[in-house]
């Protein structure tokens, strides 16, 4: 599991125009089972997402198809984390005994 921290590189104002496409491209990944939870910092600093099911290796790809990362407005920081506890209604959603 990855805990996956956008930054934005520029002005919100610069983001907007690319937020459509951006949601595009999350929800097809929520879609497939990769992603599991996403959103906004607050403040509008940039957002986060809750990856699962794939190596580094492939989040890396997944992440790098972000149009967002592609125009060069965010970066992304990756955290793995391995999670050994869980509410009893989001163990089996996350993989926790």
Request: charged share 25%; glycine share 10%.
């Amino acid at each position: 599991m990855f805990l996956v921290l956008l930054s934005y590189l520029v002005p919100e104002e610069r983001i907007l125009p690319l937020r459509d496409e951006h949601y595009v491209f999350i929800d097809q990944h929520f879609r497939s089972g990769t992603f599991l939870l996403g959103g906004r910092k607050v403040p509008a600093t940039g957002g986060f997402i809750l990856a699962q099911g794939v190596s580094r290796e492939e989040l890396d790809r997944i992440l790098g198809e972000d149009p967002y990362l592609r125009a060069g407005l965010v970066a992304h920081e990756v955290t793995e984390l391995l999670p050994t506890r869980a509410r009893p209604d989001l163990a089996a959603v996350i993989g926790v005994p």
